[in-house]
């Protein structure tokens, strides 16, 4: 799947209905809270799941390993677990017979995932800089324009128009949404990174 993009990348002829998305996640809400291992403006709730194995989506399975450079020496470390991405093939029961079990699966036929979350960033904060081990594949559920990705020295804004952006989320990149509402995303690990 070797294309030759940019770090950012609109998937051509795949569109979702945002408004169904966002009606299903205020069901959602109801019967789950963001997970937010404790993290400071942060939430994720896991889509999928290794198979019968309800661990794989609660404690520090949510988020993953990661690299960053947290100070000054510019010194990369890891931080958090190594997840086995390839593992996570089973919709959690919470989303069966909601829209967002047909994106699930209308993904699965077009691209090889890992975990699928959907991601939370509160208003007026960022994530770290930081990298991961894998691109991830982006649908905007709820946004404002102080949302941004940064990949190196690029910042975009991703609307929640339905659209899909795959992101090289393997190269130093943050998220910051200075915005004063939340920033909700549908995120899933890619398994093949389209941008080698």
Known sequence: MNLNFEDFYKVPDL???VEKLRVDLEDVLKKKNFNTLGIKNF???SLNQIPND??????????????TKPDETGKEVSRDVQIDESKYTQLVSDFQN???????E?????????RVRILLKEPRSTLSWHR???PRLHIPII???????????????LPADGSVTITNNTKYHNFFNGGE?????????LLENPFN
Not at 56 to 67: A, P
Not at 98 to 104: G, K, L, Q, S
Not at 181 to 189: E, G, P, S
Request: aromatic share 12%.
């Open 15 to 17: 569109s979702f209905d």
């Open 43 to 45: 939430g994720a709730i």
């Open 106 to 114: 209308t993904l699965r036929k077009k691209f090889k995932l890992g």
């Open 143 to 157: 946004t404002n324009p102080g949302c941004m990705m940064v990949i190196e020295n690029v910042a975009k804004h």
């Open 181 to 189: 509402q939340d920033r909700i995303h549908l995120v899933a690990c």
């Open 98 to 104: 909601t829209y967002f079990a047909e994106v699930y």
């Open 54 to 67: 309800e661990s794989s989506i609660t404690g520090n399975n949510v988020r993953g390993v990661y690299w």
């Open 132 to 134: 991961d081990p894998e």
